[in-house]
């Protein structure tokens, strides 16, 4: 089945209250669902992956062919470029976010993805709802403060130590249940 997800990722400071937002498609199914969820504590650059891997994460077969449109070039480049690789293999030396990285990386297998890179701010229709949908998830006044994701402990992320992210909101809209996917 053809997916096609866009996703954006905002944050308020940096480190500071962030949020993520996604639209998932399946046109021949005539579906579309939108997601959000916002951290009290996190980065722009986590928050534009974390969207990318909710995404996979709330597919729940394999053997989809998954078409990405974000405005992340730290998301769209690290793998398509193959920079993602580079940094497996090193074991994510000195690179940020590995906890995310690795998350990412099971989302990802056995689903065919591919990244497009769209610019943001752009009249883009779609990134502008995820980009809406990002920012309102952040807002620290509409947040119950649940907390659900630590970086890994072994994640020595230089510039963020000891980033501790809290859920401030979460919201999943559209019809019907994506779990059929």
């Given at each position: 089945m053809k997916i096609t997800v866009f996703t954006d990722g905002s944050s308020r400071g940096n480190p500071g209250p962030g949020g993520y937002g996604i639209i998932m498609c399946a046109p021949e199914h005539n579906y579309r669902k939108e997601f959000s969820a916002g951290y009290r504590l996190t980065t722009n650059n986590r928050m534009e992956l974390l969207a990318v891997i909710v995404s996979l994460e709330n597919l729940r077969s394999k053997g989809h062919k998954v078409d990405i449109y974000s405005d992340s070039k730290y998301v769209v480049d690290s793998v398509s470029k193959g920079w993602l690789a580079g940094w497996v293999a090193k074991g994510f030396k000195d690179k940020k976010n590995p906890d995310l990285w690795r998350r990412y990386i099971e989302a990802a297998k056995g689903q065919y993805v591919s990244f497009h890179w769209i610019k943001g701010h752009n009249e883009h229709p779609e990134n502008e709802?995820?980009?809406?949908?990002?920012?309102?998830?952040?807002?620290?006044?509409?947040?119950?403060?649940?907390?659900?994701?630590?970086?890994?402990?072994?994640?020595?992320?230089?510039?963020?130590?000891?980033?501790?992210?809290?859920?401030?909101?979460?919201?999943?809209?559209g019809i019907p249940n994506f779990s059929y996917i």
């Open positions: 709802r995820c980009d809406a949908l990002a920012v309102a998830a952040a807002r620290p006044d509409l947040c119950s403060g649940i907390q659900v994701s630590k970086p890994d402990k072994r994640d020595n992320t230089p510039g963020i130590p000891g980033i501790h992210e809290q859920l401030l909101s979460h919201s999943l809209r």
